[in-house]
């Protein structure tokens, strides 16, 4: 298709430059098609012949020897046909002014195409939703990294340096993230007016770093609406451009950390006064882990209590949180998520066939580190008054709905939904949720086996 | 019919006459020669290429060899270009003329840092 096109444009010389060199300049043109596939070469490649065009025509025919008047119809070479052509008379003036008006038409639809094509902010693309698989609502860079379901970057040992540019680029792909999805269509346009208004009174050129930067430009969007779920944030790892799990052998790798580790279920066992135990370090994905849940559910079975021990666990999937729940009800219970819009699967899947942990106190322990989905289990099951929390206040960590990355170093947490919270007006984003038993976090097991062996006496 | 200008000597056809000094190119590889000792600032189109060459080949400054494969490119033949003693020599003077217009400008204290 190119070569046609540019065969055609050939044809646009005189007849003695176009024997003389057509084929040459037809070769040429291949070469450089071979060499310079990507897009930006090959942009390049066509905003040249343009200009080469619209300089060499005019010249060629001001230099090409008069000829008398002819005209001819035949076949052009490579498949273009060439109707009437007459040869070897200089153009007129009028239509060198409208070639070159052309040429500029096409200049400028190339400029404006390279303003717009794809939110391209330098070095970096911002591909908005490139983080939207449900899969990953719990998996923002701020989430501690040893947590096994964090994404990890990978670190190239690139410095990072704050510059004028890079924060033009993270203020720019913010503004166009807010505007395209944020929830609040008309909030975002303040937000994205006052970060642009900062930039221009220099009040960012006070942050000396990403951190500082990142906490910055999201003070800066809450002046416009309080929302504890939007947030701008820094790594100082390489964020990676695609969720590693989304390759197959990032699945794979997935898997067998899982294998090795038992799906982060630490310990299962039964404590004295027949207390079931269960202390899991994540909510591993179900596609991996979901016969280990079930079996460490079921080895509990019999308990007369059971106690969650969550003091380590930094979060992972919603779909882990809601099959661990289901055992600890009859019937399918609504479960809130701030960063899920509320569907069939906010319900639990109760009752689970054979279950008999239904009806049986529940204890789960939280520490500062508890996390993101953790807490989505701890704030649920203790604002549904089915367990009671032992420990301190956890984290905090709600970042909500669909993770952006802006570069490799920013990125934004934007809420895309609104579900409902039945119980309150607030979750645990930054706050955390508070315990009901406020006690060290050291102290948090021997305290809800108390709790347990008390309730079980009083039965 | 106006005569194609060589005085002065284009800057494209001086660029095209150096890169023949250390050898036979064609098109293509005139053009890489070129955006290379030009750091890539000129990227000769094929118009302007085969232009140019059109008007050094009048001016007897260069000339047509043969035409032949380039085994690197693939099995099409190319037309290969060689500089004639009189472009050597145009190359050279012209380079002479910017020496010494470097020479001139140097004395008039206008540039800055290191020049060779």
């Known amino acids: 298709m190119s070569e046609k096109i540019y065969a055609w444009l050939l044809s646009l010389y005189p007849s003695q430059f176009r024997e003389a060199y057509g084929s040459e300049a037809m070769q040429l043109f291949r070469d450089r098609m071979r060499d310079e596939k990507s897009f930006f070469p090959r942009l390049r490649l066509w905003l040249d012949l343009i200009i080469d065009l619209a300089i060499s025509i005019p010249r060629e025919y001001r230099y090409s020897p008069a000829a008398p008047y002819a005209v001819s119809v035949r076949q052009g070479s490579y498949g273009v046909p060439v109707f009437h052509f007459i040869e070897g008379r200089s153009l007129r003036p009028g239509a060198i002014l409208f070639g070159s008006a052309l040429s500029c038409l096409a200049l400028a639809i190339f400029w404006v195409f390279l303003s717009h094509a794809g939110n391209y902010v330098g070095l970096g693309i911002v591909t908005p939703g490139q983080f939207e698989n449900d899969s990953n609502v719990f998996q923002s860079q701020s989430q501690p990294s040893d947590s096994p379901n964090s994404i990890r970057p990978t670190d190239r040992g690139e410095a990072f340096t704050l510059d004028v540019l890079e924060r033009l680029r993270v203020i720019d792909a913010a503004v166009v993230i807010l505007k395209k999805y944020y929830i609040d269509h008309e909030n975002a346009q303040k937000m994205a007016e006052v970060l642009l208004a900062h930039e221009k009174n220099g009040d960012d050129d006070a942050a000396a770093d990403g951190d500082a930067f990142a906490a910055l430009l999201t003070r800066q969007m809450r002046e416009v609406s309080p929302d504890r779920h939007l947030t701008l944030d820094y790594s100082p790892d390489l964020l990676p451009e695609h969720p590693d799990r989304e390759s197959p052998e990032a699945l794979a790798r997935y898997n067998a950390v899982m294998k090795q580790q038992n799906c982060t279920f630490e310990k299962v066992e039964i404590l004295p006064n027949n207390v079931g135990y269960l202390k899991l370090n994540s909510f591993p994905d179900p596609s991996a882990c979901q016969s280990t849940a079930k079996a460490a559910m079921a080895s509990l079975n019999g308990a007369d209590a059971i106690i969650f021990d969550l003091r380590d666990n930094r979060g992972g999937e919603p779909a882990m949180v809601m099959l661990i729940a289901a055992y600890l009800f009859d019937h399918p219970e609504y479960m809130y998520n701030p960063r899920e819009n509320t569907t069939e699967h906010s319900w639990t899947r109760s009752p689970v066939p054979g279950n008999s942990l239904a009806d049986k106190p529940a204890y789960i322990l939280t520490s500062h580190s508890t996390f993101s989905g953790a807490e989505h289990f701890s704030y649920d099951l203790k604002m549904l008054k089915r367990a009671t929390l032992v420990g301190e206040t956890t984290g905090g960590g709600a970042h909500s709905g669909v993770w952006h990355r802006i570069d490799d170093h920013f990125g934004m947490g934007i809420p895309e939904t609104k579900p409902i919270n039945p119980f309150s007006t607030t979750d645990w984003a930054e706050i955390g949720v508070q315990p009901n038993v406020k006690v060290k976090a050291a102290a948090a097991l021997a305290t809800a086996e108390k709790l347990a062996q008390d309730r079980l006496r009083k039965k | 019919m106006p005569k194609r200008k060589l005085d002065p000597l284009p800057s494209t056809a001086f660029q095209i006459l150096l890169s023949l000094i250390d050898g036979d190119l064609h098109g293509y590889a005139i053009m890489r020669q070129v955006a290379e000792q030009t750091d890539g600032r000129m990227r000769l189109g094929p118009g302007t290429l085969y232009s140019s060459i059109q008007t050094l080949l009048e001016a007897k400054l260069i000339d047509h060899v043969d035409s032949r494969e ?47």
């Open chain 2, 70 to 116: 380039d085994a690197k490119l693939g099995p099409e033949r190319r037309r290969y270009y060689r500089i004639t003693s009189a472009g050597l020599k145009l190359a050279r003077s012209e380079a002479e003329r910017l020496a010494d217009l470097l020479r001139v400008a140097r004395t008039k204290k206008i540039l800055r840092g290191r020049y060779v």
